[in-house]
């Protein structure tokens, strides 16, 4: 009986909240960023970590509806196994944002998958498009009727196979002097050993548990060079593949997505600017405060007076002056190992910070290919080396 009347309480809560309940520890929840052919369906999947224990939550999401519609062929959201042993609501709301909630008897501490959806493109979606997560705050509850606190994060779904991302046209400010490549070439390169392994430098067996928790993405084999890194994005948060049990490692990203990348890497911080410098870059999109922390750090001035350009296609020498930026700008000694480094090129410092902090080994004996486009499993390695500290193994 009191089984019941706990859950009759909790399914009120989720309809009209509750009043000056005491707050309990905070979770954090985000949107896996995802990757879809136009006219094909991706699964978005939404995830919680830091869980205190919860017995009611409620998020609203939302997305460009020009470009997705809401696949409803099994339902209009699906519970993730952290959370099947409770009750899931799903709601589409009139402008076709989702209010989806789940109540228990009892409150459910673990983390991990906490429901999916499915979107599909548009035959003329193209580029990239922010998928929000809004958490009710009212409605997020424990069993001991407390409010929860939980913080959200973006998502974000590539279209493929469409037009390239918009190319930068306006004189890049990156540069501190230079000019940055404003159409990265695509990139046919791995990225070589460094010497630096985080894994190894912490010195410890690896646990059961450590190994359970392993995410295994089809598309990343256990000897890709990138597979620890991956495995360290996912666990810190930076990234949650792009769905279908994939991480697409090959896959090119945005100004935008690096950005995000790094912010997260960071804590996801408040920015400590509320000015927005950028006219593309809107308040709703998924790397607002990223990109504005960004601005305040140091990491980027955008690509023109008023513009960051997140659309575009980031090269490995913007990913590296990104890095360079936010560890510090510091100071580079020694000589250049690379034979397609530009002396004055404006991110000369940065690549020789990266070379020596173990951050990048270059693509080939001497070579670091600066132009190519960076590809997800080269950005994730030098944010996973750069977690090292620097230390050698």
């Known amino acids: 009986m009191k089984a019941q009347r706990t859950a009759l309480f909790l399914a009120c809560v989720l309809l009209f909240g509750i009043g ?4 309990a520890n905070s979770a954090t929840a985000w949107v896996s960023d995802s990757s879809v052919s136009p006219e094909e369906t991706t699964e978005l999947s939404i995830h919680l970590s830091g869980n205190p224990g919860l017995a009611a939550w409620m998020f609203e999401l939302s997305w460009d509806t020009n470009a997705f519609t809401l696949d409803t062929g099994n339902g209009l959201a699906q519970v993730g196994d952290a959370f099947s042993t409770g009750t899931l609501l799903a709601h589409q709301k009139e402008d076709s944002s989702l209010t989806v909630s789940w109540y228990s008897a009892r409150n459910v501490s673990a983390d991990g998958e906490i429901f999916t959806i499915k979107l599909k493109a548009n035959s003329n979606a193209s580029g990239s498009y922010p998928v929000n997560i809004t958490c009710s705050a ?10 929860v606190p939980v913080s959200c994060n973006n998502g974000s779904i590539t279209v493929l196979g469409t037009a390239q991302p918009t190319p930068i046209t306006t004189p890049a400010q990156e540069t501190g002097g230079g000019s940055d490549s404003p159409t990265p070439k695509p990139s046919s390169q791995t990225e070589k050993p460094s010497g630096t392994t985080p894994a190894q430098v912490e010195n410890a067996p690896e646990s059961a548990e450590e190994a359970m928790l392993k995410v295994a993405f089809s598309d990343v084999p256990q ?8 495995q360290w994005a996912v666990k810190n948060g930076v990234t949650n593949g792009t769905g279908n049990n994939s991480f697409s490692p090959n896959a090119t990203c945005t100004r935008a997505q690096t950005v995000t990348f790094l912010w997260r890497a960071a804590g996801s911080p ?5 000015s927005n410098p950028f006219s593309d870059v809107k308040a709703d999109s998924y790397y607002y405060k990223a990109v504005l922390w960004a601005v305040a750090e140091g990491v980027t001035n955008g690509t023109g007076a008023d513009t960051f350009s997140p659309d575009a296609t980031v090269s490995r020498a913007q990913t590296v002056t990104f890095l360079w930026r936010a560890s510090g700008s510091q100071k580079a000694e020694g000589t250049s190992p690379f034979d397609d480094l ?7 410092d940065a690549v020789q910070w990266a070379v020596e902090h173990k951050v990048t080994g270059g693509t080939g004996a001497n070579t670091f290919s600066p132009s190519d486009s960076c590809i997800r499993a080269q950005i994730v390695t030098f ?3 750069n977690a090292a500290g620097g230390k050698s193994e």
């Not at 000056?20 to 707050?23: D, E, G, I």
């Not at 530009?342 to 000369?348: G, S």
Request: proline residues 3%; hydrophobic residues 35%; glycine residues 0%.
């Open 138 to 147: 009212e409605n997020t509850i424990n069993a001991a009727e407390q409010l």
């Open 223 to 230: 000897n890709a060079y990138y597979y620890d890194a991956v």
């Open 383 to 385: 944010l996973y080396r």
């Open 20 to 23: 000056n309940a005491q707050a």
């Open 270 to 274: 408040e920015p400590t600017v509320q």
């Open 342 to 348: 530009e002396k004055d090129a404006y991110y000369a």
